[in-house]
């Protein structure tokens, strides 16, 4: 079983940049794909991205492509969500979540284990 802990939310200025981290442990990193999920008040949770376990490779919602970069480091068991060109309507909890599906998975219900958030707040 993993445990994940998101970190690295904040409030920014439209256009500015942040890096949240999903720090894992209890289990190898390489083992799962992990996405990153986002939820904004009064909406429902929405998948952002995903890295894949099988080989690692990356997908993005059309709302952030372009923009949002995921990347992981098995070595240091943390998966990263690069966010430049931050706009008001990326504002929401965000949250890393893990999944023994070797693909990546754009359904919260295909994920096993979550972490508790991280807020983040883009406004002038």
């Known amino acids: 079983q993993v445990q994940l802990v998101e970190s690295g939310g904040g409030l920014v200025q439209p256009g500015g940049s942040l890096r949240l981290s999903c720090a894992a442990s209890?289990?190898?990193?390489?083992?799962?794909?992990i996405g990153w999920f986002r939820q904004a008040p009064g909406k429902e949770r929405e998948w952002v991205s995903c890295?894949?376990?099988?080989?690692?490779?990356?997908t993005y919602a059309d709302s952030v492509k372009g923009r949002f970069t995921i990347s992981r480091d098995n070595a240091k068991s943390t998966v990263y969500l690069q966010m430049n060109s931050l706009k008001p309507e990326d504002t929401a909890v965000y949250y890393c979540?893990?999944?023994?599906?070797?693909?990546?998975?754009?359904?919260?219900?295909?994920?096993?284990?979550w972490g508790q958030g991280t807020e983040v707040a883009v406004s002038s």
């Open positions: 979540a893990a999944t023994w599906f070797r693909q990546c998975a754009r359904l919260s219900s295909e994920y096993n284990y």
């Open positions: 209890g289990s190898p990193l390489d083992l799962y794909t």
């Open positions: 890295s894949a376990s099988r080989d690692g490779s990356t």
